[in-house]
């Protein structure tokens, strides 16, 4: 057993993501020590966090991936020692220790495939597997289900051997799905923009640098459509330049280059697929019962606004290619540099405001929301607002990985929490004074965060160099 | 615009002035002065980690400075200054073209903001090099991208050129070719080239004159005839075989071996040679040194 190497395979998330993986780490004990005082609450707060841990270990497990990490000897192995030495740490451990609390053979063996079942979910959200979109659908099924279906289940999990049996089983089927394209030597496939959208079958975490792209189906079929879009948008701007010199002509060509997916066709073809993807997923749940309508309706601005992961991921990634459009513009300031760089991003807000528009329509529809108007309005000042502190947060915040995750998690969840705000506003006091009262709440904030930004951004001088991470 | 706002090929084109440039706290480049004159192709040389890419990114504007100045065409490269940048042609080591962008996209990209751009040498040597116009920058092969990167760079006609090892990549027809399209651009007026290479024959083809960097400062600066003349491998022979080097001023490396006695002398006139081997009743043999073996003795 070479136990230097499994050493250093298993200490590489800590080297990664110190922050990420010691804050989990942490949460993961506290919680686990709390099983004795209160098992039906800690248990499912355990499985959270494993789960969270999960995601980080694919993520590591991704970035490490490359042809000739492979091709070292008995890496494969050494792999899979790693992987039994954390499954004793976050499976094994605290099942047997649920065992020793409670003396339940039956609790502590759920426990351990349920842990299985939470690594392998974490692994695939890590990696970037989009199988783990239909873990989301899973749970409105899952309420869709007769009341009599739901005791059988509750009975199954509480007594039957079965139960763990099953989820150790769906457990590995997802390792296999997980671990076998990631162990095979594979052509890479041609880049795209850094910065492009995340609708068109890409995920943030898939977005490491020199990582291949994984693309599913629909991702594969639309790529040549969403190239070929962004080709013609290309040629016509640059045409437009040629014929007519000015500003506005020039930063279309500058912002066909750098959002090449961001035009008409592209922006449409990308709603028409979130809107199929969403309006099955919407069908789904409408039958499930007691659902906030306002909760769900802000979906619109997480969909709308998980566009800026790729956008912080990419502001890193793009610095060696924005090195020839430095030299190819010519500026005549290094601030002049930055500040076309900004501005080509504004289009962004725009693109980002327009989908969660659209999406706030599409679910105010598929729900049959009582009051859509609401619903939409509240997307659209939520949506330019956030939009702005998004693209002001990406533009100067952290530049690390765990900052950038961070980052985007806060925006999200600050934008859905802002988003039922307002819409709270506009039931409590009418549209016209709620809605008001959020572009109070949203414009300043937003502008402000954004001309904050800009100004800073400005003053930095432009990077050229290849990030590390 | 001849030679760039009037400078002239009497003034420097380049003009480094104790340069400095750290990384975590290690000066890769250290009060390095450097002045190149216009209408020259330069060979920057020096070992791996000297610094070579450092230094073309510094002159090129894409890499800050700690200390010194440098200017370019006349100009300080503090602030990139507007049209002037676009009489620098640079060839980075690495390919960070846009991948996304097909290669008739990105050339008719590029070309839209330079109010000159030589259309005719572009197809020309898109043709030449079979580069296919619509093939993505990404799924081109290593060498491919590197002579689009050559193509892009001196379709603009750029008065100075600043090539980062742009034949690594390259086949030796390529790397013919090339330096043929390099040969042909440096004939016209007032055009200077810098370019970093480890294919010394390259420029020795060219004819260009030699910068050597080592320790963070350009040490030698020479022409290539100028340079063989100064630097020489001696082999002195007799029949009592050597104890001692019969040199030591001027001498850069001293080999004793049986009968031989090889010294690379660096400034040594023949005439003194000539009495060290009447002197020590030895056998005199001067030979000249290929850039190759000046390369390894210097760098």
């Known amino acids: 057993m070479n136990r230097r190497a499994i050493g250093k395979l298993a200490a590489l998330p800590f080297v990664r993501m110190p922050a990420g993986m010691i804050l989990v780490g942490v949460v993961w004990l506290g919680s686990l020590i709390l099983i004795p005082a209160t098992h039906a609450i800690a248990i499912p707060f355990v499985g959270m966090v494993t789960w969270l841990a999960g995601m980080l270990l694919g993520m590591t497990l991704r970035t490490l991936m490359r042809t000739d990490t492979l091709l070292l ?18 499976i094994v451990a605290p099942a047997l ?26 692994l695939a959200s890590g990696t970037g597997l989009r199988i783990t979109l239909f873990v989301w659908i899973i749970f409105p099924l899952v309420g869709l289900l007769p009341a009599d279906v739901h005791a059988i289940l509750l009975h199954a999990l509480t007594t039957s051997y079965w139960v763990p049996l099953l989820a150790a089983l769906l457990a590995a089927l997802l390792l296999r799905f997980i671990l076998r394209p990631l162990l095979t030597v594979s052509d890479r496939e041609d880049d795209d923009s850094p910065m492009q959208a995340i609708a068109d079958g890409r995920k943030p975490a898939n977005m490491a640098s020199g990582m291949p792209q994984q693309r599913g189906f629909i991702g594969r079929k639309l790529k040549p459509i969403l190239d070929a879009t962004a080709q013609r948008n290309l040629e016509r701007s640059v045409a437009r330049l040629r014929k ?12 066909a280059v750098l959002l090449p997916h961001d035009n008409l066709q592209g922006i449409a073809i990308n709603v028409l697929v979130t809107t199929l993807v969403a309006g099955l997923y919407f069908t789904l749940i409408h039958h499930g019962d007691g659902m906030n309508v306002g909760f769900i309706a802000s979906y619109a601005v997480l969909i709308g606004m998980s566009r800026f992961a790729a956008v912080g991921r990419g502001m890193v990634k793009m610095q060696p290619n924005l090195a020839d459009l430095y030299l190819t513009l010519a500026p005549q300031t290094h601030a002049e540099f930055q500040a076309t760089i900004a501005d080509a991003l504004l289009k962004l807000v725009a693109v980002t405001t327009f989908n969660c528009v659209i999406y706030s329509v599409l679910i105010a529809v598929l729900l049959h929301a009582g009051a859509p108007a609401e619903l939409v309005l509240t997307a659209l000042i939520v949506g330019v607002g956030a939009s702005f502190g998004a ?5 100067v915040g952290p530049t690390t990985q765990t900052g950038r995750i961070l980052v985007q998690m806060a925006l999200l969840i600050g934008a859905m929490l802002i988003y039922n705000l307002v819409l709270w506003l506009m039931h409590r006091f009418g549209v016209l004074t709620g809605g008001l009262a959020g572009i109070v709440i949203c ?5 402000g965060a954004w001309q904050y930004a800009r100004r800073e951004y400005l003053t930095r001088r432009p990077c050229f160099d290849a990030p590390l991470d | 615009m001849a030679a760039a706002d009037g400078i002239t090929q009497t003034q420097a084109i380049v003009d480094v002035r104790g340069l400095r440039k750290r990384f975590d706290q290690r000066d890769v480049l250290s009060h390095l002065d450097w002045r190149i004159p216009g209408g020259r192709v330069i060979g920057l040389l020096g070992r791996n980690g000297a610094g070579k890419t450092t230094l073309l990114r510094c002159m090129a504007g894409l890499s800050p400075i700690d200390e010194g100045s440098i200017a370019i065409l006349g100009h300080s490269v503090d602030q990139p200054g507007g049209k002037r940048l676009q009489h620098i042609g640079f060839v980075p080591q690495t390919f960070d073209l846009f991948p996304w962008m097909k290669v008739r996209g990105y050339l008719d990209f590029t070309a839209a903001f330079y109010p000159r751009w030589n259309h005719v040498q572009t197809e020309r040597l898109l043709d030449d090099w079979q580069i296919d116009r619509k093939q993505k920058v990404g799924q081109l092969s290593q060498g491919q991208r590197q002579k689009l990167a050559i193509i892009r760079a001196l379709a603009p006609d750029p008065d100075l050129l600043l090539l980062d090892e742009p034949v690594a990549s390259l086949d030796p027809q390529a790397r013919r070719a090339f330096m043929d399209e390099l040969m042909r651009i ?13 294919i010394t024959a390259d420029l020795e083809r060219a004819g260009a004159d030699i910068a050597l960097l080592k320790d963070g400062r350009i040490v030698l600066e020479s022409d290539l005839p100028a340079l063989r003349q100064r630097i020489r491998r001696v082999v002195l022979m007799r029949a009592d075989g050597w104890q001692t080097a019969p040199l030591e001023t001027g001498v850069l490396r001293a080999t004793l071996d049986g009968t031989q006695a090889q010294l690379i002398v660096d400034g040594v006139g023949d005439d003194v040679l000539a009495a060290i081997a009447e002197r020590e009743h030895a056998r005199l043999d001067v030979q000249p040194l290929t850039l190759e073996d000046l390369f390894v003795e210097l760098a």
Do not use: E, N
Not at chain 1, 97 to 119: I, K, N, P, R, S
């Open chain 1, 73 to 90: 000897p008995d890496f494969a192995r050494i792999l899979g020692q790693t992987g039994l030495l954390y499954a004793l740490v976050m």
């Open chain 1, 97 to 122: 220790f649920l065992f020793g609390v409670t003396g339940d053979a039956q609790h502590a063996l759920l426990m351990a495939a349920v842990q299985l079942l939470a690594v392998a979910l974490g």
């Open chain 1, 244 to 255: 007519r010199p000015g500003a506005a002509a020039r930063m279309s060509v500058i912002r």
């Open chain 1, 391 to 395: 693209l002001a947060a990406h533009l």
């Open chain 1, 443 to 447: 414009l300043p904030f937003g502008l």
């Open chain 2, 186 to 198: 440096v004939q016209r007026p007032g055009k200077t080239v810098v370019f970093s290479t480890h």
